[in-house]
């Protein structure tokens, strides 16, 4: 059983528009949620991350968002650009149970940028 | 600085041998951890270094899977008798400890096919 699910495996956007991800999760005790980034024959990239105590991180071109009542986070990229295409993995973990201990990831989702 | 290294980056053996993959995590990184990332899949939790002890290795699908960090640095996963099943990408990541939130670097990963 997946507990966190990524349902769209593919997403294309035009330059310069905007990247819309969505992750959802099932289990209550995650509470620290991560995108990575990753590029063919390359391990995934740390991108940003949110702390359940917050509904919104944003870092540059990067926000991620977080609704804990709906079990949802979505990661916004404004704007996009050719170089962001990639697979975008939604990764949790349950941080209360004491450190940096194993994530949980969604099945990534391909984005394309198309110039 | 130098990131996370796996050797080999790609290994192929017969069903039923014995692999070891090694990972050599960034320097002073006292977290270590093991993924394994199938066809279409994220990456899945195998196990969890913290020093020399493997502090969570819930993750190893069965009995043929060990993994050793004997001096707390450079960490190698044995696969004996392997099967088919066994083939995906096997990445190792780390983190500066385990005091929350800790960054996870990945390395590029070692391919194992299982003829």
């Known amino acids: 059983d997946q507990q966190v699910k990524q349902n769209s495996p593919s997403l294309s956007v035009q330059e310069g528009r905007i990247s819309i991800l969505n992750c959802d999760y099932t289990?209550?005790?995650?509470?620290?949620f991560l995108w990575y980034k990753k590029y063919p024959a390359e391990g995934p990239t740390f991108l940003i991350s949110i702390s359940s105590i917050k509904d919104k991180n944003e870092d540059g071109r990067f926000t991620v968002f977080l609704n804990k009542s709906a079990k949802h986070l979505s990661l916004h990229i404004v704007p996009s650009q050719p170089g962001d295409s990639a697979v975008y993995f939604c990764?949790?973990?349950?941080?209360?149970?004491?450190?940096?201990?194993?994530?949980?990831f969604g099945k990534g989702t391909k984005l394309t940028v198309n110039p | 600085g130098a990131g996370v290294s796996q050797t080999p980056s790609n290994k192929v053996t017969e069903k039923g041998k014995y692999v070891e993959l090694r990972c050599d995590p960034i320097?002073?990184?006292?977290?270590l951890y093991w993924y394994r990332q199938s066809l279409g899949q994220g990456p899945e939790f195998l196990i969890y270094f913290q020093g020399t002890g493997a502090a969570d290795d819930s993750g190893l699908p069965n009995d043929r899977f060990f993994a050793v960090r004997p001096e707390g640095s450079v960490s190698t996963l044995k696969i004996q008798r392997t099967e088919r099943g066994d083939s995906a990408v096997y990445l190792c990541?780390?983190?500066?400890?385990?005091?929350?939130?800790?960054?996870?670097?990945f390395g590029p990963g070692t391919r194992l096919t299982v003829l």
């Open positions: 320097s002073g990184h006292t977290a």
């Open positions: 990764a949790a973990s349950p941080l209360a149970q004491g450190g940096s201990e194993k994530l949980v």
């Open positions: 990541a780390s983190s500066l400890g385990s005091g929350g939130q800790e960054e996870q670097f």
């Open positions: 289990n209550s005790m995650f509470d620290y």
